[in-house]
């Protein structure tokens, strides 16, 4: 029943955790239920409000039921993922993990000695550029994830990036989440529309959760909606690349090779060969782009062309 029992602002009732119990076999009266949570209530952090009906929760600062307790590994492991996560997540998003860093520091401070100094060991370093992280309204945070969850429409309000543009008010039908660098994005349908709609959680003014079913277009596909909304795959064919590589860049690729095709052939004391079949994509272009003169592209020509005509334009912008 302790676990059945959400962290605040959710809150489950005393009918649902009876139908809970009965789901797992167990057959107990509502006032025995009641009569049990008032009793834990004594115990363990948990709080019931006024509503109706009236619903329990733990508190928001409760500290997490662990059995058994949290070791010192798995707390360095929930540090480092606090770590990780407050770089690669909005500020807010990892908020309902916070019980679990708070217990992991106070486990990492009692166990100094198997831990020692951990923070001046471990570095995440970033090879993208870094951006200024936005805020993402909790409350809206907290709908668009239990909507998404539960399969239900959310009445959002909405600023699109436009310019001037008034916010509008309208229902849409949550698919799928997109995390990228700048942020996360919300798949999702709007009103009676079949087509997917990418919005940004940063411009949601207002999200309302409802009890409405979403529409699931028949075709959905979260990794082929996603490709295709950041432009991530250019073609559905892929792409056999012939490249002049820098010695240091080709020791590269033989430690973190592209995938299985790759194949490098020497050519002298300063250059390599590599053959490779990979998607033709954005990430490939921003790739090749990212290593200068250490990577020339020799096949194929459409290719080649592309990016030379993209540096003869550079070249003559830079000399305005």
């Known amino acids: 029943m302790l676990k059945r029992i959400p962290r605040a602002p959710r809150k489950v009732t005393t009918n649902q955790l009876q139908e809970h119990l009965a789901g797992l076999g167990k057959d107990i009266t509502i006032r025995s239920i009641q009569r049990d949570l008032i009793s834990l209530s004594r115990e363990f952090p948990l709080v019931c409000d006024e509503g109706k009906p009236s619903g329990w929760s733990w508190r928001r600062d409760?500290?997490?039921?662990?059995?058994?307790?949290?070791?010192?590994?798995t707390a360095l492991t929930f540090a480092l993922v606090e770590a990780q996560l407050r770089k690669a997540l909005p500020p807010g998003t990892a908020g309902h993990?916070?019980?679990?860093?708070?217990?992991?520091?106070?486990?990492?401070?009692?166990?100094?000695?198997?831990?020692?100094?951990?923070?001046?060991?471990?570095?995440?370093?970033?090879?993208?550029m870094s951006h200024l992280q936005y805020e993402v309204d909790e409350d809206v945070r907290a709908v668009v994830y239990d909507c998404l969850l539960k399969g239900c429409q959310i009445n959002i309000t909405y600023q699109a990036i436009g310019n001037n543009a008034e916010p509008k008010k309208y229902p849409v039908h949550p698919l799928g989440l997109v995390v990228t660098d700048d942020g996360i994005y919300l798949l999702c349908t709007i009103k009676e529309r079949s087509e997917v709609t990418t919005l940004h959680l940063r411009r949601f003014i207002s999200a309302e959760p409802t009890t409405t079913p979403i529409n699931i277009p028949i075709d959905f596909d979260i990794d082929k909606v996603a490709s295709t909304s950041f432009h991530i795959k250019l073609s559905d064919q892929p792409v056999k690349l012939k490249m002049r590589i820098s010695k240091a860049e080709a020791k590269r690729l033989e430690e973190a090779p592209i995938n299985q095709t790759q194949k490098i052939t020497p050519i002298d004391e300063r250059w390599s060969l590599v053959f490779v079949t990979t998607d033709d994509s954005v990430h490939l272009r921003r790739w090749i782009r990212s290593l200068g003169v250490d990577l020339i592209v020799l096949e194929p020509l459409a290719l080649k062309n592309e990016i030379a005509q993209e540096l003869c334009s550079l070249n003559y912008v830079y000399r305005m």
């Open 62 to 73: 409760a500290s997490p039921l662990s059995v058994p307790g949290m070791d010192a590994h």
């Open 97 to 128: 993990l916070e019980p679990w860093f708070e217990e992991a520091k106070v486990v990492i401070e009692k166990n100094s000695s198997s831990v020692f100094n951990w923070k001046n060991k471990i570095r995440f370093v970033s090879k993208s």
